[in-house]
């Protein structure tokens, strides 16, 4: 197999610095854990009320939800927008900027489908080692 080179700008030693700064280290981060690729997956098919979302998964709590949410805003992923009604209702929606992430985020869900039981053989093979 080729070697592959680093991505660029990646020097060794790594420091603390650069890997706490690296925006792809942010990124994964974000994208990386327990419920913002659901979210943003549904949220790829059309913009979803609170409430909907909430109903939408299970075993997320309001708490979670609204946590992930507020970072996904915040990262400008989603827009959240407060229509005035009785009560007020809430709508998020992907910006420009998350659709424009779905096409990495779901070839990286193609590429875990893909490859999956070849990474659960490895798992198996290096907990049977000695």
Same mark, same amino acid.
């Given at each position: 197999m080729p070697e592959v080179e680093p991505a660029a700008g990646v020097t060794s030693p790594v420091t603390?610095?650069?890997?706490?700064?690296?925006? $792809?280290?942010? +990124?994964?981060?974000r994208i990386g854990?327990?419920?913002?690729? +659901?979210?943003?997956?549904? +949220?790829?098919?059309?913009?979803?009320?609170?409430? /909907?979302?909430?109903?939408?998964?299970?075993?997320?709590?309001?708490?979670? +939800?609204?946590r992930t949410l507020r970072s996904l805003e915040r990262d400008g992923l989603i827009s959240r927008t407060v229509h005035p009604s009785v009560p007020p209702r809430t709508e998020y929606a992907l910006t420009d900027l998350g659709r424009s992430l779905q096409e990495p985020l779901f070839a990286l869900g193609r590429w875990a489908v893909t490859h999956e039981i070849e990474l659960l053989? $490895?798992? $198996?093979?290096? /907990?049977a080692a000695p």
């Open positions: 603390v610095a650069d890997h706490q700064y690296c925006p $792809a280290t942010a +990124l994964l981060s854990d327990k419920w913002s690729p +659901l979210l943003l997956s549904l +949220l790829s098919r059309r913009s979803y009320g609170f409430n /909907e979302l909430d109903r939408s998964v299970e075993g997320l709590s309001r708490r979670m +939800l609204v053989a $490895a798992r $198996a093979r290096f /907990e």
